[in-house]
């Protein structure tokens, strides 16, 4: 495992510390109504469950899987329902937490998918931004970090389904997925998608 991480990123300590500042916020933002936390598997495993105990308002939680037909370097934001919601939105107040985002396709996709629903209100909070999500039309209402463009593993986030479980956020040692150290800040969106479908083959993947 040592050998396939690069450097740490973001350590447990500041992961924990900038989740409970965003858990603050959202308990103040939300005080006197009842949230629903919208979590979208996998990623978003850790990033829920420790941003729901940080904070101290009473939440539910709910959870989506969604995948997305690529070319196998891209997320095409065509996306499809794997794991629907258990309950009805209708009139709730909504946060969706996801881990990160990239291009910020499948985001986009679920949040119009939700909003036709009719939820009394829909924010987004994503652990980790990169530089690609400023061009995307979703306003997110709380951000834990914004980085780079290296590709990231850890803490839910995952390559190959590998290294979700990894308490901190890191970078991934170029000969890992084959590249040499020119391709180590090659784009999250194409290792995103080659990682979830390994060979980076054309067709649908699971891209969160
Ligand atoms: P988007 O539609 O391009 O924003 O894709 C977002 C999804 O791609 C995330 O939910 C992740 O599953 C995956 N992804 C993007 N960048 C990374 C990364 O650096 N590490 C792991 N997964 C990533
Ligand atoms: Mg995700």
């Not at 409970?20 to 978003?44: F, P, S, W």
């Not at 065509?78 to 291009?103: A, F, G, P, Q, Y």
């Not at 679920?110 to 629903?117: G, K």
Request: hydrophobic share 45%; with cysteine.
């Amino acid at each position: 495992m040592g050998a396939d991480l690069a450097e740490v990123l973001i350590t447990p300590d500041r992961l924990q510390s900038r989740i409970a500042e965003l858990a603050a916020q959202i308990d103040t933002d939300y005080a006197d109504r009842e949230l629903l936390l919208v979590g979208v598997l996998k990623g978003a495993v850790m990033v829920m469950a420790d941003l729901a105990r940080a904070m101290r308002l009473p939440v539910q939680m709910d959870w989506m899987a969604v995948s997305s037909y690529g070319s196998g370097t891209k997320s095409s934001g065509v996306v499809r329902i794997l794991k629907d919601l258990d309950c009805d939105i209708t009139d709730r107040h909504v946060l969706v937490v996801e881990d990160i985002i990239d291009s910020g396709l499948t985001l986009s996709w679920l949040v119009r998918n939700l909003q036709s629903r009719g939820p009394a209100s829909l924010q987004v909070c994503a652990l980790l931004r990169k530089p690609s999500a400023a061009r995307v039309d979703v306003a997110v209402a709380y951000t834990g970090f914004d980085i780079g463009d290296a590709f990231v593993i850890g803490y839910g986030l995952d390559y190959a389904e590998r290294y979700r479980n990894l308490p901190f956020i890191g970078t991934l040692a170029p000969h890992v997925y084959g590249g040499g150290p020119d391709n180590a800040a090659v784009s999250g969106a194409a290792l995103g998608a080659a990682g979830n479908a390994p060979g980076g083959s054309t067709g649908e993947h699971v891209v969160t």
